[in-house]
Each structure stands twice: as C-alpha cells, then as structure tokens.
C-alpha cells in the first residue's frame, strides 16, 4: 500500500505524552469503570464512640473537640482548593500534582477526551515496560494443534468437492479440467457475485464470454472448461504495501492475467460477509472465487490447445487479499455459541489442505508507522495526532486487561476485544499471525519482506519475490516500467498535512511491540525485523 508513508519526515511538533493507565478485569472489554478522587463512606464508629463516654465529657471538652473539628474541616477545606487551583494552573504543563501509583492492576478513569491530564514521558514509558513483561512471558507458548484434515473438510464439503486434491501435470498453476454443463452457457459470469460489487471484473467477464466456448476441452462427447486456483497468495499486512506489490508483479508477463487483487474470499465472502459491521449478506460460492482466475485459465488452456508458446503453460495466479494472514473473525460470528476462546479453524487449514504446495508472500513495515497509517486511512473524520494516541492509550488498556484472564494468542484472535478496539493494535503483532502459519506451510514456502526494504531498494525486493516465484527475469524494457510507475495507494494529502504521530504515541508503541518485533527477529533469523533503527 503506501510507499510515502516509510520515507515520512520526523515529529517537528511539540511533544505531548500521557499516562498509561491499567484496564480492570471484565467480560464486557468496552466497559469503563469510573473512580474519585475521594471515597465518602457512612460510618457510625465516631458516635457510637461518643455516645459511650458522654457521661465523663465536660461542656468545655465537648466544645474544645468541636473547634478541633470546624478548624480540621477548613483545613482541609484549602487544601482542597489549593490543589484543585494547582490542577487547573498546570493543566497544560505538569499535569496533577497528585500523580496515580505505578502501574498496577486497579480501577480507574477512563478518559472520555482527547483533553486528558498529562504525565511524564517516564512514568508513560515506565508503565508500558510492565506490560511488556507480561507480554515477554505469555509470548513463549506451544504452537497450535493444527485441526484433522476430516475435519477440516467437514466444515465444508462442497468447498472440498468442487476443487480436486490434485492437479494437472505439467502445467505450473494448480489447475484441473472441470466439467461444463450447457446449462450454464446463458448465464455464464451474469450471477457471479464479485461482477455486482467490481466493474473492471464484470468488464473482464464480459470479454472472457464472447469467446468462451472456443476455450473449452473437448473429451469422450463431453465440454471442460480450465479451472485454476492462486498459485501465490500476499496475505498480509494491511498498509504494508501489498497493492503497490500486487500491481508492479502484473507487470511481469507470467503473471500478468490476474484480474482482482483483493477478494478477501477466504475471510470473508464465502462465509457472507463483506464488512463485518453490516452483518450478514450471502455466501459468495467457491464457483465466483474460481472466476476470478479464468482470464489466466483462458489463456493457460491457449498454451495446452497449441494455440500459442508453450510458455502459456508456465503462467501462474495470484491474489493479495491483506486479510488472509490475521482475519479469522467470521468463526466467531457463525459459532458465537462455542465457548472456543479461539477460532477452531484458520484460513490457512483450508489454503494448505487444498494446496499443500502454494507459495505465500507476506509484506510487513514498522508496526509502529503501521498503526497511524491504518488510522489514518480508515478513519475518515476528526483525525489528529492528538485523538490518536489516545485511541493508543485505550487499546492497550484494553489489550492489557485481556491478558489477565487469557493467554496472548487468545487476545489477538479476539474479536470482541479487536471491535473494542479504537485502533487495530492486534494486526502489528506480526509473529502471533506468521507462528501459525507455519504451522502448515514449511518455512521455504514463505517469503516475509519488509515495506522498508520495498521502498529503499524497489528493483532489488521485486527480483526477490520473482525468484520466489521462479518466474524468471524481466527484460529491460519491462524492468524500466516496473520501476518508473508511480505508487499505489498513498497517503492522501489531507492526513499528510496532519503531520506525523506525537512522540509520546511512538515512544510507546515501539515499547509495546519491541516484544513481538524480538521473537518475530529471532523466528526469520534477520535483526532487520527488530525495526530498531526506524
């Protein structure tokens, strides 16, 4: 996605910082707690007390004892006001001067404006440094049983019917020959589902009909029509470049007949749903998804029929929906009655069962300059640096209250903390997500690159992911196009004019995702993953 977004200016604004403060324990993670300053309790100790010894009191006692009492409450009284006038006097510049304790597990306020009464950057960073141990300790866990492949393709057996367990021969994309009913010649591509929400792809079907038929195998009487799978998937992470990616490998000749980047199929669409906060549409079948691919198959199947080089035969497919690594949120709403804590099953259960040989390419960046650029690309009004770091404050707040009462993976895999959530802090916590990748796929099977690298050295990261992909090099003439078209997806001019996050916002999420970022480094074996220098 954004380019810009890596080589961004440093923070030339004045610095604020605010205090992190702990989450208490609850089912309900939107919830707030609300706590005083003071604490009125009735009692009735005193005047049990007095009633007891009124007999031995003198008059002048009881009236010695009763000044000691107004003169104790005016005292109170100033100093009361004292300290309020000294909040109010330093509201921009000290903060309280009654400053909460260090960092523990207690209930407190939860700030309702970006007008938060501000702390040092010290006692900010200190506080964040005992999350991180929390985090540091619950980091080192068993990895995930992977589900029985019965299982698996219990879920969904017309899924596992459609597409066969293995592949044409001979042929570099995983594609198989499926049979074409004339049935469907009048309405071929007109109830595909992605056709209604994607003109360029209803532009491209519309295409693929006029010469469809003379595409089609013919064996024993009967039609087949070319069916393909992706070859590669980038499946991650959102605002880490992926598009640009997508767009600069459709330049390449073998790949070039890709028609839809993102489908976000595996997540999302078979299950129903598009955005998960409008609910519910309908299934869109593995039949639509299979569509998407058929430009590739059409002309795969050129190459097969001799209807052109034989290098028809080496094209492969792809798709980078930037939800494949992380969203496993549609088990939650489809068996919300479970009391898994944890989906059962991820998208990568499926992807491996189907292709246990698919190559995965993930992107990631500084999650850091992540964060703010997720927020400031999905949000769309009231952005400041200011209302940033305080939706920082209130996820990790609410990330820190989850680890509590779950384990870390559970927290991550959470979505009703992720819903809660003001910022997708969870989607920077890249080793949670890549750990149970490859649990299924051999670490040879994926290919992590940083946004960083993409960015400072564009011909050399691409050359990467071609050998990935044993393509082959692009000539000159192609090499010079790659590298001279502009960027996809980048910052938009008014969040550029925003500036950059506070240095208070960065200082603790770099805190907080130093665990994560260590394990992630130690995991690829490259101390570039540390994000260190950034």
Request: net charge positive; with cysteine; charged share 25%.
């Amino acid at each position: 996605m954004s380019l810009s977004d890596c080589r961004y200016g440093s923070n030339t604004q004045t610095e604020h910082s605010y205090s992190l403060r702990s989450l208490p324990m609850a089912e309900n993670y939107e919830k707030r707690l609300v706590s005083t300053l003071f604490e009125f309790r009735h009692t009735n100790v005193t005047e049990n007390l007095e009633a007891k010894w009124v007999p031995l009191l003198s008059r002048t006692n009881l009236q010695s004892i009763s000044k000691v009492k107004v003169v104790s409450f005016l005292m109170g009284l100033t100093m009361t006001f004292l300290i309020m006038a000294s909040y109010i006097l330093t509201w921009d510049r000290k903060g309280l001067l009654l400053t909460p304790l260090p960092y523990q597990l207690r209930p407190v306020v939860m700030p309702t404006s970006t007008a938060a009464p501000e702390m040092s950057s010290e006692k900010n960073l200190g506080d964040i440094k005992l999350l991180v141990k929390i985090i540091s300790s619950k980091l080192e866990y068993s990895p995930r049983k992977v589900p029985d492949e019965e299982d698996i393709v219990g879920t969904d057996s017309h899924l596992f019917s459609v597409i066969p367990r293995h592949f044409l021969r001979g042929i570099k994309s995983p594609c198989w020959y499926e049979e074409f009913s004339s049935e469907l010649s009048t309405d071929l591509y007109r109830r595909n589902l992605f056709t209604l929400r994607s003109k360029s792809f209803k532009t491209v079907c519309d295409h693929l009909r006029t010469n469809f038929h003379q595409r089609l195998h013919y064996r024993g009487g009967k039609q087949f029509r070319l069916r393909c799978l992706p070859f590669f998937y980038i499946i991650g992470q959102p605002k880490c470049g992926t598009t640009d990616l997508f767009h600069r490998l459709l330049l390449h000749p073998k790949i070039k007949f890709n028609t839809m980047k993102e489908p976000h199929w595996w997540t999302r669409k078979r299950f129903g749903y598009i955005r998960f906060k409008d609910g519910f549409q309908e299934n869109f079948p593995v039949e639509d998804y299979l569509d998407l691919f058929d430009l590739a198959a059409q002309n795969i199947q050129d190459g097969i029929s001799g209807n052109s080089s034989g290098g028809h035969r080496t094209l492969i497919t792809g798709e980078a929906s930037a939800s494949t690594m992380w969203d496993n949120q549609a088990w939650s709403y489809l068996h919300g009655d479970r009391e898994e804590t944890q989906p059962p099953f991820l998208a990568q259960d499926f992807i491996h069962t189907l292709q246990p040989g698919a190559k995965i390419i993930i992107m990631l960046r500084d999650p850091v300059e992540r964060l703010y650029s997720d927020y400031l690309y999905f949000k769309m009004a009231n952005k400041s640096a200011e209302d940033f770091h305080q939706k920082v404050l209130d996820s990790v707040q609410l990330f820190q209250s989850c680890l509590y009462e779950r384990s870390l993976r559970s927290c991550v895999y959470n979505t009703s903390l992720s819903n809660a959530m003001p910022v997708r802090l969870n989607l920077g916590m890249y080793i949670i997500f890549l750990l149970d990748w490859l649990t299924v796929f051999d670490r040879e099977q994926i290919l992590v690159l940083r946004l960083e690298d993409y960015a400072e050295n564009l011909k050399g990261t691409i050359n990467k992911v071609f050998d990935f992909l044993s393509v082959g090099p692009l000539s000159e003439q192609v090499e010079a196009t790659l590298t001279k078209r502009p960027m996809s997806n980048t910052r938009r001019a008014a969040d550029k004019n925003l500036g950059p996050m506070l240095p208070a916002s960065r200082d603790l999420l770099r805190e907080f995702h130093q665990p994560f970022n260590h394990k992630l480094a130690s995991v690829l074996d490259n101390k570039d993953f540390l994000w260190s220098n950034n």
